[in-house]
């Protein structure tokens, strides 16, 4: 009998692992492990707080699967475990595919500003975060998905990706976007598989894509 490959998925920004309950992979192949979002302790670097997640990994050789702040995450771990694959899904490879308002947020420390207190009510989350558009049918996903709204959290996580300090992508991260991404705009993306009419919560409203292509882009040597 085959053994199963296991695959971690690793949500979003405040994100609970609940986005994923559409994502089904073959389970005579696959065994699927969700990761969370745990408090950041005083003072941790993202790199610490890889290590530290990672230690929530029980196999050799596992598949990372990260989606937004999750795939810079998920980028991290790699270098504590040894991943046989790393697929980000909305997300970015290194620091120079942010869009023009994320290096400028760096450049002034804007993101020291950020009202993240505000954000731990949902509906002005969903406003910074998104726009207003279909603001109702979205706070209703927003209520159910966004679980980590503690403010230590969201300034660290903010702070951690503004200032992500990879410069050169590694070569073995595949990365799953939408053409329609409004948080990471692809025209800044090199090197990624295109998924039409994808935006940021693609991972939600696109499962029937991934459902289809994971288990071959997982599978691809």
């Known amino acids: 009998m085959m053994e199963k490959i296991p695959v971690y998925f690793m949500p979003g920004m405040a994100a609970s692992s609940t986005i994923f309950e559409r994502i089904h992979l073959p389970e005579d192949q696959f065994e699927i492990f969700l990761l969370e979002w745990v408090l950041p302790l005083d003072g941790e670097s ?11 990994i029980k196999h050799e050789n596992p598949v990372l699967v990260g989606v937004s702040f999750g795939g810079v995450l998920v980028q991290e771990m790699a270098k504590f475990v040894n991943p046989r694959k790393i697929i980000i899904i909305s997300s970015v490879k290194s620091n120079a595919e942010f869009p023009r308002r994320m290096k ?3 450049s002034i420390k804007a993101y020291k500003l950020f009202p993240t207190g505000l954000m731990q009510n949902v509906e002005t989350f969903a406003k910074f975060s998104f726009g207003n558009d279909k603001m109702n049918k979205r706070l209703k996903l927003y209520e159910k998905f966004l679980s980590m ?18 410069t050169e992508p590694d070569s073995k991260v595949v990365h799953i ?8 705009p692809p025209k800044y993306i090199k090197n990624f598989i295109p998924v039409k009419d994808g935006t940021h919560i693609m991972i939600i409203n696109k499962f029937r894509w991934l459902n289809e292509h994971l288990p071959k882009i997982i599978l691809d040597n």
């Not at 993202?46 to 997640?53: C, D, N, S, T």
């Not at 976007?177 to 990471?184: K, L, N, P, R, T």
């Open 46 to 56: 993202l790199k610490q707080y890889a290590e530290r997640i990672s230690k929530e």
């Open 177 to 184: 976007h939408g053409d329609a991404d409004e948080v990471f």
């Open 149 to 166: 709204r503690d403010k230590k959290y969201l300034d660290w996580a903010l702070e951690q990706i503004i200032l992500w300090d990879r």
């Open 104 to 106: 400028m947020a760096k």
